[in-house]
């Protein structure tokens, strides 16, 4: 089984929790989605006897996931002794009659082909280098079941279908721009989630920060990141004498700057989720456009200004050094022509 997804600096939805379909089955959803409504009938027997009903349910329908069953709950089609029962949480006994109305669910449908147009930067038969614009989100996940880039992986190559989530083995936000590496089969995933995982995968950002750059032109960020203990919607940097976190670093180089602000390159050494946007902010220089790090917009510049420019690692499968950029995207190279500045990059 593969590993939960590695965070890219920027982080998933990616606010940061798992993404929710993670634990949904791809058989389980198109199972689901080919057999329409289906109205189950159990007993409750002794084994289950005083336990929750989702995990009753988990017991007795054990085709399918618990979340998936949570999910029915809570939408009103499971019923208990003849009565509509909503609280995962309820309690039954033997003998308890328990009527199920399995549907597809939103989520039971994620997994879906959706044809989209997507900038391949490389591609041979073990794996791709995609360019993901802002504004599209990764992975599918609660208020995002569609529309996603694993759905486009799917509707492109067939061979995803056969491959865990579409081959991703790493994240970016939805509002952050730039080089992702996808696998094509399962043996290059699993060798990709490795390199990842021992950190010889190389990525590289280029950001926008508020602020005026002083001291060196190099600097290096080692400071632990975790759920911000006063808002568990950010991610912050934490003392883990006190707090849940993970080590991060990041290596920031100054390319340019104004009064206004500055232009930087990001180094990821680990990739935790929000850790450049965390990372910045412990600088006193929030990225443009990032309002939940204490940034603002500049121009049409609404998102984070934060884009993945450079990925670099030796191919899996044919051991051969690769190498990759992207510019930067219109709307990031028109927010610094604000500033008077012009587009560079090492």
Same mark, same amino acid.
């Given at each position: 089984?593969?590993?939960?997804?590695?965070?890219?600096?920027?982080?998933?939805?990616?606010?940061?929790?798992?993404?929710?379909?993670?634990?949904? @089955?791809?058989?389980?959803?198109?199972?689901?989605?080919?057999?329409?409504?289906?109205?189950?009938?159990?007993?409750?027997?002794?084994?289950?006897?005083?336990?929750?009903?989702?995990?009753?349910?988990?017991?007795?329908?054990?085709?399918?996931?618990?979340?998936?069953?949570?999910?029915?709950?809570?939408?009103?089609?499971?019923?208990?002794?003849? &009565?509509?029962?909503?609280?995962?949480?309820?309690?039954?006994?033997?003998?308890?009659?328990?009527?199920?109305?399995?549907?597809?669910?939103?989520?039971?449908?994620?997994?879906?082909?959706?044809?989209?147009? *997507?900038?391949?930067?490389?591609?041979?038969?073990?794996?791709?280098?995609?360019?993901?614009?802002?504004?599209?989100?990764? $992975?599918?996940?609660?208020?995002?079941?569609?529309?996603?880039?694993?759905?486009?992986?799917?509707?492109?190559?067939?061979?995803? @279908?056969?491959?865990?989530?579409?081959?991703?083995? $790493?994240?970016?936000? &939805? #509002?952050?721009?730039?080089?992702?590496?996808?696998?094509?089969?399962?043996?290059?995933?699993?060798?990709?989630?490795?390199? *990842?995982?021992?950190?010889?995968?190389?990525?590289?950002?280029?950001?926008?920060?508020?602020?005026?750059?002083?001291?060196?032109?190099?600097?290096?960020?080692?400071?632990?990141?975790?759920?911000?203990?006063?808002?568990?919607?950010?991610?912050?940097?934490?003392?883990?004498?006190?707090?849940?976190? &993970?080590?991060?670093?990041?290596?920031?180089?100054?390319?340019?700057?104004?009064?206004?602000?500055?232009?930087?390159?990001?180094?990821?050494?680990?990739?935790?989720?929000?850790? *450049?946007?965390? $990372?910045?902010?412990?600088?006193? $220089?929030?990225?443009?456009?990032?309002?939940?790090?204490?940034?603002?917009?500049?121009?049409?510049?609404?998102?984070?200004?934060?884009?993945?420019?450079?990925?670099?690692?030796?191919?899996?499968?044919?051991?051969?050094?690769?190498?990759?950029?992207?510019?930067?995207?219109? #709307?990031?190279?028109?927010?610094?022509?604000?500033?008077?500045?012009?587009?560079?990059?090492?």
């Amino acid at each position: 089984m593969v590993a939960d997804l590695p965070q890219d600096g920027d982080g998933s939805a990616a606010g940061a929790p798992a993404e929710a379909g993670d634990d949904l @089955l791809a058989d389980e959803s198109e199972a689901l989605v080919d057999a329409g409504s289906e109205m189950r009938h159990m007993l409750v027997a002794a084994p289950q006897h005083a336990a929750r009903l989702d995990k009753a349910l988990a017991d007795l329908v054990p085709e399918f996931s618990r979340s998936y069953l949570q999910q029915l709950l809570a939408q009103g089609l499971v019923s208990l002794n003849g &009565k509509p029962v909503l609280k995962a949480a309820t309690r039954v006994k033997a003998g308890d009659q328990l009527v199920l109305e399995m549907r597809p669910t939103l989520q039971s449908q994620a997994f879906r082909p959706e044809p989209m147009a *997507i900038d391949v930067v490389y591609e041979d038969a073990h794996l791709l280098v995609v360019n993901k614009p802002a504004g599209l989100v990764v $992975h599918p996940a609660p208020g995002n079941w569609s529309g996603t880039l694993l759905n486009g992986l799917l509707a492109r190559d067939e061979k995803a @279908l056969r491959v865990p989530r579409a081959g991703i083995v $790493h994240r970016l936000d &939805k #509002d952050t721009s730039g080089l992702m590496v996808v696998a094509r089969d399962r043996a290059t995933m699993d060798a990709l989630v490795a390199l *990842i995982a021992e950190r010889k995968v190389k990525r590289q950002y280029l950001a926008m920060a508020h602020g005026a750059w002083t001291g060196p032109k190099n600097r290096s960020v080692d400071a632990p990141v975790g759920r911000d203990p006063r808002n568990r919607l950010r991610m912050a940097v934490v003392d883990l004498a006190l707090h849940a976190g &993970k080590s991060a670093r990041t290596d920031v180089l100054w390319l340019d700057g104004t009064d206004q602000g500055c232009w930087v390159q990001c180094t990821l050494h680990t990739g935790r989720t929000h850790q *450049i946007r965390v $990372h910045m902010a412990s600088l006193r $220089h929030p990225l443009v456009g990032d309002s939940l790090y204490g940034g603002a917009p500049l121009g049409s510049m609404q998102r984070q200004a934060l884009h993945a420019y450079r990925l670099a690692f030796v191919h899996p499968v044919t051991g051969k050094p690769l190498e990759f950029h992207a510019p930067a995207p219109e #709307d990031m190279q028109r927010a610094l022509s604000s500033w008077g500045l012009g587009y560079n990059a090492p």
